[in-house]
């Protein structure tokens, strides 16, 4: 490995915040006025320095004392934060799953002898022409359409996808689509061409999964949920149905309106990064998801702060939290 980084720097924060975590760490265990008086500061102006640390777990005040994990204890705390984290994302479909995965299991379910039960209505669609699939679903069928498209805009069907849009929308329906925010730099012709041909469209950091609804009477999602193709799960059960609905229209409520059409896709991603930073992320994990440059992501964290006149990212949070951005 080359590069004369610090294990925190690599963590994506900043080199002045290393600096400060490389002082403390000989003072583990020390009192904080101790700390404070040795490094000319009095403990309350201290403790505003390391919030950021103490935010991410690094050092913590146990009993007036401060203790400084080790940076292999940092790094262990790092990866459990990130595994946490990506627990809830499961976390976060894990009853529509539960209601989705009977369909799995039998593609018709028998009535119960007291007809006391009826099968869940839905399909486990395993291959042929998916487009065809959708076309016939969404053509044959009442309502709006709502989608989550985490990656089909790299599929060779897209343009055939266009025209279904257009056809909807020409007929007087509605077509929202929500996309993550590295499509605006991946494919922003494609957005911009869904865009003209009638469809809303917002987008998010992240989408776990695949999804269509089509008014409230057809779901469309991959089983397991994910990026498949296929199998995919169709579902008529308007119980299920109207909650993907309901989520759906959370995410949207939640996700920005980018613009497009210019020279390069814009999106204000102000409420992004401070829910990126809210959640303990560090700068290259941001970039990653964003879909845009590190240095981006420091200079619109930098002026974030400026904007919220924060000295730390934690203040940051805070006032951010305070004027109801997050």
Do not use: C
Not at 116 to 130: C, F, I, L, M, Y
Not at 137 to 159: C, F, K, T, Y
Not at 226 to 233: F, I, N, T, V
Not at 269 to 288: S, T
């Amino acid at each position: 490995m080359g590069g004369s980084g610090t294990l925190l720097t690599a963590l994506g924060y900043p080199a002045e915040l290393d600096r400060l975590y490389q002082r403390l760490r000989p003072q583990s265990g020390r009192t904080l006025d101790r700390v404070a008086a040795d490094m000319l500061r009095s403990p309350e102006e201290l403790l505003e320095e390391v919030a950021l640390l103490v935010e991410a777990g690094i050092v913590a005040l146990v009993d007036a004392r401060l203790q400084v994990l080790t940076p292999v204890e940092a790094l262990r705390g790092a990866v459990e934060a990130q595994v946490a984290h990506a627990g809830r994302t499961q976390r976060l479909l894990a009853g529509v799953g539960q209601a989705i995965d009977v369909l799995a299991v039998e593609q018709q379910l028998s009535i119960s002898a007291d007809a006391s039960t009826e099968p869940v209505r839905g399909e486990v669609w395993v291959g042929g022409d998916a487009f065809e699939r959708v076309r016939s679903m969404v053509l044959d069928n009442q309502g709006d359409l709502a989608w989550l498209r985490p990656d089909q805009w790299r599929g060779p069907r897209e343009d055939r996808m266009i025209g279904l849009v257009a056809e909807a929308v020409a007929g007087g329906r509605a077509s929202r689509a929500i996309y993550p925010v590295r499509a605006l730099h991946d494919a922003p012709d494609v957005l911009a061409a869904r865009r003209r041909a009638g469809e809303q469209v917002r987008v998010l950091p992240e989408l776990p999964t695949r999804l269509l609804v089509v008014g409230d009477s057809h779901a469309v999602v991959p089983e397991p949920l994910g990026l498949a193709d296929l199998p995919l799960s169709i579902v008529q059960q308007r119980g299920v149905v109207e909650a993907l609905r309901t989520w759906f229209d959370e995410l949207w409520g939640r996700a920005a309106v980018p613009t497009l059409g210019g020279v390069e896709p814009l999106v204000d991603l102000r409420r992004f990064l401070l829910e990126q930073l809210a959640a303990g992320a560090h700068d290259e994990q941001i970039a990653r998801k964003l879909g845009i440059s590190l240095r981006t992501v420091r200079r619109r964290v930098a002026g974030l702060m400026t904007e919220l006149g924060a000295d730390s990212r934690f203040q940051a949070g805070v006032e951010a939290a305070r004027r109801g951005w997050v």
